[in-house]
């Protein structure tokens, strides 16, 4: 609710949230191998495609909302369908 009620009160500026998922990134590289592959092994049970994020697809997620001039007050879920379940 909050890119929603930020969108309204600063019109005409727009404000849209990006929400990703686990993200295979040198962040969850860079820890102990047992930490990454549990938090992935149960990320894959819980989405629909069934593995997570790549760092250049949230990036991907990210320029669309920052293109797309008619975007305002929108939260994109970049999560592999976990808020579908």
Wanted: hydrophobic share 40%; with cysteine; net charge positive.
């Amino acid at each position: 609710m909050l890119p929603r009620g930020l969108a309204i009160e600063l019109a005409p500026i727009r404000v849209n949230c990006l929400s990703p998922g686990t993200t295979d990134s040198e962040l969850w590289r860079n820890r102990l191998r047992k930490q990454p592959e549990g938090a992935y092994d149960l990320w894959r049970k819980l989405t629909i495609v069934q593995r997570a994020a790549l760092v250049e697809e949230q990036a991907q997620a990210a320029l669309f909302l920052l293109d797309n001039g008619n975007m305002s007050g929108s939260t994109l879920y970049c999560d592999g369908g976990y808020t579908l379940r």
